[in-house]
């Protein structure tokens, strides 16, 4: 394969393992066999191995996590995650609009899959800017002095320097240009988003919609009523039904009645707004029971011991740190976000632009930069564990095959094998596979390019905006910079979701229907349009068909991940325990 094709190929494979895995885990088969550290046994052929890997490796050495004992993990959390999976908390299909889990899971698989390829193929060793001077008015100097600063940190001695510096000083332009030039970069990654729900307006909008479904009889407002207390072999049944008779979620329900009655499509849409509205008052109540009155009290006793081992950080911290000036620090610039998250249904033109968050990001900064300047001058044990765990992490990104520089964007330590695959399968095989591959290069290239031309109207409105002392319009910046933020996209948009109207195909997350749908609130009010935040705007960038990749591919990359959990191997090639 070519340098493209592997780097395509790795990309196809982590972004799908990552996603199914995590998705995986509301299941209570993958908690059960997902292995070390929530069951003792080492032996089990674990369900989970990507995630298994990062936890290794990122998770189980931080500050404080490491002193844990083995009893919080296989006691505390592995019977909270299973509590939680028999809870069977909704799916998204069933509710037909993309839910608060689903987002935040395709947020944490889009940043989580970016962090396996470092850790599994190791970041590309690349040449350093010669001059070491940095430009932040220059969209092109300011993506190169983040590679610069990653290079440095990884390979180089950095991280060190920065440590030293930040206990010396608060102020950022006391940092070598690459530090501040990185920092510019990533105030401009940043994104955020909240969602929040109330049991009480979801009642009181059941109750609503009770009022206005007069022509459903009491037999079958009771069967959608109690839907979301069936067990999840009985609703998996119903929705396999859904999807294979293309009818909604909410006929197949009815269906199973003795006598189901034809319903207009206002009725339809109230009955599925109403099932909805059930599985997310359920869900809640769920929640409730498993964190809050669950016998064994296991989320007590969690944090419990999670105070315990943080106590010395937390002792030093407080010794180290003005706490009341770093609290109103806090204070204000969670004010600052809020009013700046909140959206006007009124004023829906004056969605907020990522121009906005850098702003805000950049008024606050300095109250960051104090914090961490007292913490590392004045908490040397502080300074010390963090910096060793710190040194931890980048190691973890290390190549250490030898590529030659610009080889390593394939799949780093990651392309041999990923060669080796493809070249075992049969010539007719390798030949479809290869034309998926590249058919999934050019997307990436795509992508790749509208990352960099939403970055360039970043810096650009960035410093316009500085020298005219106002902001930009919406207009001036389409989209969001960012592989992140286009992949998560993409994950959302793949979501599966019962069909709008009695009969007809299931919608995906980017069906308008289900974006109107996610914008409604629970007091079924229309919130300000979700269309202006769209992170990948109106141009239809899909990801191409790469079924026959996963199939044919996918099973033996799993088993070389197992066997990377099952020796773990070390990053200079030996193997640790």
Not at 206 to 213: D, G, L, N, P
Not at 312 to 328: E, N, Q
Not at 335 to 355: F, G, M, R
């Amino acid at each position: 394969m070519t340098s493209k094709e592997a780097h395509a190929l790795f990309d196809i494979l982590t972004s799908h393992v990552t996603l199914s895995e995590i998705e995986n885990l509301k299941y209570p088969k993958t908690i059960a066999t997902f292995g070390p550290p929530l069951q003792p046994s080492a032996t089990l052929k674990t369900s989970s191995p990507l995630l298994r890997i990062l936890l290794q490796s990122f998770i189980l050495d931080l500050p404080g996590l490491r002193n844990v004992t083995s009893h919080f993990w296989t006691d505390s959390i592995n019977r909270l995650t299973t509590a939680l999976d028999d809870a069977n908390l909704s799916q998204s299909y069933d509710k037909g609009c993309v839910g608060i889990r689903r987002t935040l899971s395709t947020a944490v698989a889009s940043i989580v899959e970016s962090v396996s390829r470092g850790r599994l193929g190791g970041y590309p060793k690349q040449s350093l800017k010669q001059d070491g001077a940095y430009d932040r008015t220059n969209p092109d100097d300011v993506v190169k002095a983040w590679d610069d600063f990653l290079q440095r940190i990884i390979y180089g001695d950095l991280l060190d320097k920065m440590f030293v510096k930040a206990a010396e000083t608060d102020k950022l332009s006391d940092h070598e240009p690459v530090v501040q030039a990185a920092h510019q970069y990533a105030l401009i990654m940043i994104i955020s988003q909240v969602l929040t729900a109330d049991i009480t307006e979801m009642r009181k909008r059941v109750k609503q919609i009770e009022q206005s479904m007069d022509a459903l009889e009491k037999p079958q407002i009771d069967l959608l009523r109690k839907y979301p207390s069936r067990s999840s072999k009985e609703q998996q049944k119903i929705r396999s039904q859904s999807e294979s008779r293309s009818i909604s979620i909410v006929t197949a329900i009815l269906s199973t009645a003795s006598s189901a009655l034809p319903m207009s499509e206002s009725t339809h849409k109230l009955a599925l707004d109403y099932l909805s509205l059930h599985l997310a008052i359920r869900d809640r109540e769920q929640l409730i029971q498993v964190l809050c009155h669950h016998s064994p009290d296991f989320v007590t006793t969690s944090i419990r011991e999670l105070v315990a081992v943080y106590d010395p950080i937390i002792r030093a911290l407080h010794k180290a740190v003005d706490l009341g000036s770093g609290v109103t620090d806090l204070q204000n610039f969670l004010d600052d976000l809020i009013a700046l998250s909140q959206l006007d249904k009124a004023k829906a033109s004056k969605v907020p632009t990522i121009q906005d968050f850098v702003h805000l990001l950049q008024k606050h900064q300095g109250s960051s930069h104090v914090f961490i300047h007292q913490a590392l001058k004045n908490g040397k044990e502080l300074s010390e564990w963090y910096h060793e765990y710190a040194s931890h992490a980048v190691e973890q990104y290390k190549q250490f095959n030898g590529l030659p520089e610009g080889e390593g964007t394939a799949a780093g330590d990651f392309t041999a094998y990923l060669n080796d695959l493809v070249f075992k399968l049969p010539e007719d095989e390798r030949h479809t596979v290869l034309e998926q591959i590249d058919r999934h290069a050019a997307f990436l290239d795509s992508l790749a390019q509208r990352s960099k031309d939403c970055m360039d109207a970043t810096v650009r409105a960035s410093l316009a905006s500085e020298k005219t002392n106002t902001k930009s319009t919406e207009n001036e910046l389409k989209g969001s910079p960012g592989m992140f933020l286009l992949k998560w996209q993409h994950f959302i948009d793949s979501t599966t979701l019962t069909p709008g109207s009695s009969n007809g195909a299931p919608r995906t997350g980017k069906s308008q229907s289900v974006r109107d749908a996610t914008a409604v609130d629970v007091e079924g009010n229309e919130a300000a349009t979700t269309r202006q935040v769209d992170m990948t705007e109106k141009a239809e960038l899909a990801p191409p068909n790469v079924g026959h990749v996963l199939r044919r591919l996918e099973p033996g990359f799993k088993e070389e991940l197992r066997r990377m959990v099952d020796v773990r191997k070390g990053k200079g090639g030996g193997a640790e325990e």
